[in-house]
C-alpha cells in the first residue's frame, strides 16, 4: 500500500511527521523517530495518489501544529486502524475515544477494550502506539492517579507537559 511521510518543525515541540496511507493516517513521528524518517526521505515523481497522499499528510501536519498550540481539540481525519494488531487496535480505539482534557487509567481502558484483566498488557500496547497526539496516550494514567509512563520524547515531563495543554494551561504552549 503505497505511503507518504512528511515532517515539520513545531516550535516548542520539535520535529513532528506524519505517515499516511489512502486509509489514512498510520504513524505520528516525534523525536527520534521523525530524526530517522527525515534522514530517510528523498524526491519522488509525483502521481496522483502521491499527491493526494502529500495533501492529506500536510492536512494532518496543520491539525497536529493546531492542537500543539491549544486551537484544536480533536482529530477529524481517518485513521489507518487496520495498520494495527486485532489487541492493540482494539485497546488504541478505546484510547481514543477518550475525551479531550479527561483521562482515563489502564484499567479502564482494559475494560473499554473488551479485557478487564489485562491493564499490564494494555500498558505496553499504549506505549508501542505510532500515533500519540493523535491517539491520546498520554491521557492513560496509573490506577493511583499518577502519570504512570510515557514512551514519548521526553518521557513524563512531556506527558505532563500535553495534559496541562488540554487543561488550559499557558505556559503548556510555550
Given at each position: 500500500m503505497p505511503r507518504y511521510t512528511a515532517?515539520?518543525?513545531v516550535p516548542g515541540w520539535g520535529q513532528i511527521g506524519v505517515t499516511v496511507t489512502v486509509k489514512g493516517l498510520a504513524a505520528v513521528l516525534w523525536g527520534e523517530?521523525?530524526?530517522?524518517?527525515?534522514?530517510?526521505?528523498?524526491?519522488?515523481a509525483d502521481t496522483p495518489t502521491t499527491a493526494a497522499l502529500r495533501c492529506?499528510?500536510?492536512?494532518?501536519?496543520v491539525h497536529l501544529q493546531e492542537y500543539l498550540s491549544g486551537h484544536r481539540r480533536h482529530f477529524p481525519m481517518?485513521?489507518?486502524?487496520?495498520?494495527?494488531?486485532?489487541?492493540?487496535?482494539?485497546v488504541l480505539q478505546?484510547?481514543?475515544?477518550?475525551?479531550?482534557?479527561?483521562?482515563?487509567?489502564?484499567?479502564?481502558?482494559a475494560a473499554a477494550s473488551g479485557h478487564?484483566?489485562?491493564a499490564r498488557?494494555?500498558?505496553?500496547?499504549?506505549?508501542?502506539?505510532?500515533?500519540?497526539?493523535?491517539?491520546?496516550?498520554?491521557?492513560?494514567v496509573a490506577a493511583n492517579g499518577s502519570l504512570g509512563g510515557y514512551s514519548?520524547?521526553?518521557?513524563?515531563?512531556?506527558?505532563?507537559?500535553?495534559?496541562?495543554l488540554e487543561q488550559g494551561a499557558p505556559e503548556a504552549t510555550q
Open positions: 515532517l515539520i518543525d523517530s521523525a530524526t530517522r524518517a527525515r534522514r530517510g526521505l528523498s524526491g519522488k492529506s499528510a500536510n492536512r494532518w501536519l481517518e485513521i489507518a486502524w487496520e495498520t494495527l494488531p486485532p489487541f492493540q487496535r482494539q478505546a484510547v481514543a475515544a477518550i475525551p479531550y482534557a479527561e483521562t482515563r487509567t489502564y484499567g479502564q481502558i478487564p484483566r489485562a498488557a494494555v500498558g505496553q500496547a499504549v506505549a508501542r502506539n505510532p500515533m500519540p497526539l493523535v491517539i491520546p496516550c498520554h491521557r492513560v514519548g520524547p521526553g518521557g513524563l515531563a512531556t506527558k505532563a507537559r500535553l495534559l496541562a
